[in-house]
């Protein structure tokens, strides 16, 4: 396990490690790596963090981003980091980031306007790759798992899944938005770490929003000395920690769930992890309301929601990574669930579905979720 980074010049070596490339043979470096269109907003902090350093105005989505990474970063760090990231584009292609932002001149500013341009060709690039997947529910044969052996492969691959749950319209006497509680029930371990000394610790992260603002964050407790084949249920608290969301839904809801290996990280950087969680439930609540608005066209409306999530994932995944150790995210999900899918997944046996997290070495477990008192 590798040191943890603790200072400013600690840090910005190991943001060198990223754009190099030296850190591809982690399973943190490899999914950045392979995640590369995922990457932007990380990128565009980058970017933004450059041009900062040389004195020059930010953008409005900039500067979201700045302000963003201040919850991470010690004041007047960003700046050095820009010069990192600078030296990396003059050396040519990063392998971690996108052209869209690599090619522009840091006299150039990158705002939300380019980020909406951007995001067709981002949508059509994520989609494309096998970790992410589309899915009507409807099409699906009776007691046909979500996940198919491809997916779970490519997703172990990738380090990452990005997954939309859809299904054809479904009960027309509930109008409006209705209240949803999606509870964390039990996780089946399907395969231990291989090679972690002792027996293996994982907690849980997870954030969610949805399209009327309501969201969630938080981080469960440890479960330890877990082996391959056990069944572990979190803890049942009625309204607390159990669920990853309890709110209302009016068309879309966003969620992100992460798989972590428990170590003897600082409490500083749980703190971070919290801070995490939450600014990607404000990106879930965010995401929800903008795929409500936008496209008439459900296909394309979908391929943008996992550009959407894809970009938060990025981002957030990148900063923690200047503070975590390449290994301890062992595999995370990105989910977009329709109103519909919603109302789907409550009729089946215990309003219940799940989930695969297939980290490799770092662990394989599926994840259990119920769906109480849809409504």
């Known amino acids: 396990m590798s040191e943890l980074p603790t200072t400013a010049e600690e840090r910005a070596e190991r943001l060198s490690a990223m754009l190099s490339g030296t850190r591809a043979q982690t399973r ?4 950045m790596q392979m995640n590369r269109p995922g990457n932007l907003l990380f990128g565009v902090l ?8 040389r004195g020059l105005p930010l953008t409005d989505l900039e500067q979201r981003l700045v302000d963003t990474a201040g919850k991470y970063l010690p004041a007047g760090e960003l700046p050095g980091l820009g010069r990192v990231y600078g030296e990396a584009c003059a050396r040519g292609p990063i392998a971690v980031l996108p052209r869209v932002i690599t090619d522009l001149p840091l006299e150039k500013g990158f705002g939300s306007a380019d980020l909406t341009a951007a995001l067709p060709a981002l949508a059509e690039e994520i989609t494309a790759q096998p970790n992410v997947r589309i899915v009507d529910v409807s099409r699906l044969a009776e007691g046909e798992s979500i996940d198919t052996d491809e997916d779970i492969a490519a ?3 990738y380090g990452r899944g990005i997954t939309i749950l859809t299904a054809p319209p479904q009960d027309a ?10 509870r964390m ?7 231990e770490s291989a090679g972690e000394v002792g027996a293996d610790e994982i907690y849980w992260g997870l954030g969610a929003g949805s399209d009327t603002t309501a969201k969630k964050s938080f981080d469960t407790r440890e479960y330890g000395s877990i082996h391959t084949g056990e069944v572990h249920h979190f803890d049942y608290v009625y309204g607390k920690e159990t669920y990853l969301f309890n709110g209302t839904v009016d068309k879309h809801m966003s969620a992100e769930i992460q798989c972590w290996e428990a170590d003897n990280s600082p409490d500083s950087f749980y703190q971070k992890l919290r801070d995490a969680l939450a600014d990607f439930a404000d ?3 965010d995401t929800s ?8 066209n459900e296909a394309r409306k979908a391929a943008a929601w996992a550009a959407l999530l894809s970009l938060g994932a990025g981002l957030l995944n990148a900063l923690l990574g200047l503070f975590v150790n390449d290994d301890d995210l062992v595999h995370e999900r990105s989910f977009g669930w329709t109103r519909d899918y919603l109302i789907s997944m409550s009729r089946m046996p215990n309003g219940e579905n799940y989930f695969h997290f297939n980290g490799g070495d770092g662990g394989y477990h599926k994840l259990y979720l119920r769906l109480n008192d849809l409504g």
């Open 185 to 191: 029930h039990k996780f089946h371990v399907v395969e």
């Open 155 to 157: 997703m172990a691959d």
């Open 46 to 53: 980058l970017h933004a963090a450059a041009r900062l350093d």
């Open 289 to 296: 309301s903008e795929i409500s608005q936008a496209y008439d």
């Open 283 to 285: 990106h879930a609540a």
């Open 173 to 182: 006497s509930l109008t409006g938005p209705i209240t949803v509680r999606v």
């Open 28 to 31: 943190a470096g490899r999914r």
